[in-house]
């Protein structure tokens, strides 16, 4: 099988990723994104959308992750998404197996993007900072922790998008997305830390946009219940039913 994005699905991450860099508030980027018509990629043709589905929506999310530039809430109307402006991803029940798949795979992409910009933070900090002359990335526990940081976010990214992908081609996709959002609750907290360890006082700084990516990741966290309750339902998906 081969998920690996097509060329309009590379473009909507180009477009996404054009989009939310030159807006600087959260209201401009709102407007930009319904301008670009981004918003609007799940819902029906014939309301005004893309007649596309959760992979492309999805794709966008992880952008908006990526920068941490705000939360957006998901409208789901049977098998179209949209995103709307809001201050969380909602709905209704909080726990994992209690939740709408879509709202697995939106809060999966978010933690996707945000881990992947506090990577990209966290990289271009230890090239340029120097210590003893040189620069921090020269350092072998430096090298080794950024490392860690990236096989983190290069598995949970794998993870989710291939969770996105079986489901937004209409494949089972329950395991799939029980695996992206146990590696998000296990493994995101930690390399996040590590981020900001590797900062250091600059990590802590309110004017550094770490700490946003630090708090979208935590969200996300917690709407999916956390690393035991994920855990919980990645066995539920694993262990063989009895008949």
Known sequence: MDFRPDETQKAISRLAAEVVAGSDTPERLWKDLGQAGLLTLGAPEGDG???LGIFETTLVLTEIGRHAATTPAIQILGDSVTLVPDHGVRL?????HEQHPFAIAAACALADGALAGALDLTAGHIRTRHQFG???ATFQAVAQQIADVYIASRTLHLAVL??????GTGRPA???LAV????????????IRTCHHLHGGLGLMIDYPLHRHTTMIRDM???????EQTLTTLGEHCVPRSH
Not at 162 to 167: E, H, K, N, P
Not at 180 to 191: H, M, R, S
């Open 49 to 51: 959308g893309a007649g």
């Open 134 to 136: 040189k620069p921090l």
């Open 180 to 191: 992206a959002a146990q590696w998000l609750t296990a493994e995101a907290p930690p390399a």
């Open 162 to 167: 291939t969770a996105c992908w079986r489901l």
């Open 92 to 96: 209704d029940g909080p726990y994992l």
């Open 221 to 227: 966290v917690r709407f999916l219940g956390g690393a």
């Open 174 to 176: 329950g395991e799939d």
